[in-house]
């Protein structure tokens, strides 16, 4: 019996790219944890541990895989979370201008027996040196309102962005590479 997939994540963005693969979840349920990060904890064991812990959020009956995922957006130690409003846009943008940052997209899967693996892709990437007019454009037109970091990689920013090293498909919110092998060992058919 072929398990069915459950994707605990409401973003659109992740489902685009799981189709890309040629996966379609067969349920969607959005995990309800505390994204807060503990005291000095750093951005890739951050990461790892909001991947691990939306997984286990979500309630997994027999024969289901449980696909969950988190991207974060880092410069040096420092997390930045996701954009509430076009001042915080502009704030990340202001930061992120000119110099190199890491995005960690971690992925964890529960197989159909409950057994949890857990992999990130971390990636680096660079904005060119933003003018005051660029940020400020950007941050209005909304698009990084919602996204770690402020920013979209797959909209607007891409023309912003003049380096990349790593996964670019981690960088938009989910690993392909790792999901694909995660899944496929967890026994769901890929397209």
Do not use: W
């Not at 076009?86 to 190199?100: N, Q, T």
């Not at 933003?130 to 990084?144: P, V």
Request: some cysteine.
């Amino acid at each position: 019996m072929t398990p069915r997939l459950i994707l605990a994540s409401s973003s659109p963005r992740r489902r685009d790219l799981l189709a890309q693969i040629g996966v379609i979840p067969d349920d969607i349920r959005s995990p309800d944890i505390d994204e807060v990060p503990r005291k000095g904890e750093l951005p890739r064991p951050y990461a790892e541990r909001m991947a691990s812990e939306k997984a286990l959020a979500v309630p997994r009956a027999e024969g289901e895989v449980i696909l969950a995922g988190d991207t974060t957006v880092a410069v040096g130690r420092r997390i930045l979370p996701q954009a509430a409003s076009e001042a915080d846009v502009s704030s990340f943008l202001r930061l992120l201008s000119g110099r190199r940052h890491r995005v960690y997209s971690c992925i964890s899967v529960i197989d159909a027996t409950g057994n949890q693996r857990t992999r990130c892709a971390a990636s680096q990437v660079r904005f060119k040196q933003l003018s005051a007019e660029e940020i400020a454009a950007y941050a209005a037109s909304g698009e990084g309102i919602g996204k770690a970091g402020g920013y979209a990689i797959q909209g607007r920013a891409a023309g912003l962005i003049d380096f990349l090293s790593g996964s670019h498909s981690g960088v938009v919110g989910l690993p392909l590479y790792e999901t694909r092998g995660l899944l496929k060992a967890a026994g769901i058919a890929l397209g």
